[in-house]
């Protein structure tokens, strides 16, 4: 028998990035193991980071209720547009979110500058009005249309994940009007996120309540790492015995695409010596530190041997902030990097995934941050889907762990002397002739199963 689940998502199709992916392939997988999931998510929301094409892999017969919500960041992404309109520039600029911890201004030249004075008071303004967050908005549309849709089909659980904290907010009231059983996934940490800057005063005390009560009301707590659920069960110890791990995972489904630019023997992970050795990062940079100390490093190693300026292409692709676009700009001077870099911005999941698929080796980088230990990222996952060597300049804890399970990747310390020891390395040691996930612990699919199974577990539960 099919059992139904609501899931609430801000992030999901056509929204693009890295926080649409987990929540994308569950409904893709969940019907396999026997739920039918109906995905509730606002229809217009403030973030400008767009992928249709990932409306191809939901399922023909999903439901999507695209509800209505009032979220102040839609005025910056208006008076941008308004103010670039006609610019010879707009088109190249980077696709950006401004309702994440790290804006930055669309557009160039004047549009930019109007932009940048204006969004950091506009806000301040509804940082100090919207709790949770700039999601706060969508409670309530959401709230009234999942218990519309109940009404008319019931459903038998409850799924949300965060961030946004709002879509937990929106289960945790429907699971209250319903009695239905509710499960709470966090992809990231809410207090302590090591990407988000820090609350005060009357809303840091709001944020340990309300975190405290999604986790004690939830009849289930997932998290994406093993180091997040250690952090939150050390919080909530009285809660503990309902938390467990579904980690991030990879889809070999998104990897049947032709690499571009790569032989065969390429792609089988020989490395062509008609080329210069291909390290591709796929993934926006939001942090301040990640980018400057691995270019940092890699002019490290060009002073150690200047010919790994002939050996070795590094392409990043994905968005930039504006502190990032700096030292890009800074490192892409003929005098420093430049020959040796190339910076793509915001493409398509597909079109990502083709761009590693061309590369040598593929990189991660998690700067040595407080909290950042509990950064996994979600395409280190995707690397060892496609079974590429990985450079990891990465601080000990998630990211490491998982490479040290599987016995894969070189790990770099992160900083700038780390990284060319890391690259020295990765140019001078063979690449890897395996599989780097041989027992599919981290596919997809498997994943999929073990939220079904978990969903299964808390309906029987609430029935006994």
Not at 83 to 94: C, K
Not at 206 to 214: A, G, K, N, T
Not at 337 to 360: C, E, N, P, T, Y
Request: charged share 25%.
């Amino acid at each position: 028998m099919t059992r139904r689940v609501l899931v609430v998502a801000y992030f999901f199709p056509p929204l693009g990035g890295v926080g649409v992916q987990r929540t994308l392939k569950y409904v893709k997988y969940l019907p396999q193991n026997g739920w039918q999931p109906v995905v509730v998510t606002p229809a217009r929301p403030a973030y400008t980071v767009r992928d249709a094409s990932l409306l191809d892999e939901l399922p023909g017969d999903i439901q999507v209720e695209r509800t209505s919500s009032f979220e102040p960041a839609r005025l910056p992404i208006a008076v941008a547009a308004r103010l670039s309109r006609g610019r010879a520039d707009a088109s190249d600029a980077p696709e950006r979110t401004v309702s994440d911890a790290t804006v930055g201004p669309a557009g160039a030249g004047l549009a930019a500058r109007v932009l940048a004075r204006g969004m950091g008071a506009w806000k301040s303004v509804w940082g100090l009005l919207l709790f949770p967050d700039a999601a706060a908005g969508w409670v309530g549309p959401a709230t009234r249309r999942g218990l519309a849709v109940h009404r008319l089909e019931p459903f038998d659980a409850i799924y949300s994940t965060s961030g946004p904290i709002s879509c937990h907010l929106i289960a945790g009231k429907i699971a209250a009007r319903t009695g239905l059983p509710w499960i709470a996934d966090f992809r990231d940490p809410w207090i302590g996120n090591a990407f988000a800057k820090p609350v005060r005063g009357l809303h840091a005390i709001q944020q340990r309540r309300m975190e405290r009560r999604i986790v004690e009301k939830a009849d289930k707590v997932i998290f994406a790492t093993q180091g997040l659920l250690e952090a939150y069960s050390a919080r909530y110890p009285g809660a503990a015995g309902k938390m467990l791990v579904i980690p991030n995972g990879y889809d070999r489904a998104d990897f049947a695409v032709p690499a571009e630019g790569s032989a065969d023997a390429d792609r089988a992970g020989t490395r062509s010596s008609r080329r210069p050795f291909r390290l591709v990062y796929t993934g926006s940079f939001y942090g301040e530190r990640e980018l400057g100390l691995f270019l940092e490093g890699l002019e490290i190693l060009v002073g150690r041997r200047p010919a790994v300026k002939d050996q070795l292409e590094v392409e990043f692709v994905g968005w930039l902030s504006a502190h990032n676009r700096a030292i890009a700009a800074e490192y892409s001077s003929p005098v420093r990097l430049g020959s040796m870099l190339r910076f793509s911005g915001f493409v398509a999941h597909a079109d990502a995934i083709r761009k590693a698929a061309s590369a040598d080796a593929l990189l991660q980088i998690i700067a040595d941050d407080p909290r950042k230990g509990e950064v996994q990222g979600g395409k280190l996952m995707e690397y060892l889907g496609q079974d590429r060597q990985i450079l990891a300049v990465v601080p000990e804890g998630a990211a490491r762990d998982v490479l040290r399970e599987l016995d894969w990747g070189i790990i770099a310390e992160p900083t700038p002397d780390g990284v060319a020891m890391g690259l020295e390395r990765l140019l001078d040691e063979p690449l890897p002739q395996r599989r780097a996930d041989p027992e599919r612990r981290y596919d997809r699919v498997n994943l999929a199963a073990r939220l079904a199974a978990c969903l299964d577990e808390t309906v029987e539960a609430a029935t006994h």
